[in-house]
Nanobody, 123 residues
Framework: QVELVESGGGSVQAGGSLRLSCGVS????????MAWFRQAPGKEREFVAR????????VYEDFVKGRFTISRDSANKIMYLQMDSLNAEDTAVYYC????????????????WGQGTQVTVSP
């Protein structure tokens, strides 16, 4: 079992920055994929970025490339999302998620989710 707790959300003006954190408890992580998703009001949840915990390989959705950076602190079991050059379209609830690499290979879905943290960007 993996438990995820997000923090770091808040309100910021366009052009500003925020750093989200996702604390992980439970199983060890070397063979897990961790990701950030977001859901804006009235829209479906969408993928933002992911990181392979063991090797550190990252993947980003096009709309955040060059603005957001995903990283992890293996010693403290925390995943981060550094968000720069924020705009109003980034307003959403941000969720962290996790899945074992073998499960992801079979289903493409994430098994564990945090409760979400609100990010609000004002124009």
């Amino acid at each position: 079992q993996v438990e995820l707790v997000e923090s770091g959300g808040g309100s910021v003006q366009a052009g500003g920055s925020l750093r989200l954190s996702c604390g992980v408890s439970g199983r060890t992580l070397p063979h897990y994929i961790m990701a950030w998703f977001r859901q804006a009001p009235g829209k479906e949840r969408e993928f933002v970025a992911r990181i392979n915990w063991g090797g550190g390989t990252t993947v980003y959705e096009d709309f955040v490339k060059g603005r957001f950076t995903i990283s992890r602190d293996s010693a403290n079991k925390i995943m981060y999302l550094q968000m720069d050059s924020l705009n109003a379209e980034d307003t959403a609830v941000y969720y962290c998620a996790a899945v074992h690499v073998s499960s992801y290979a079979q289903s493409g879905r994430y098994d564990y989710w945090g409760q979400g943290t609100q990010v609000t960007v004002s124009p």
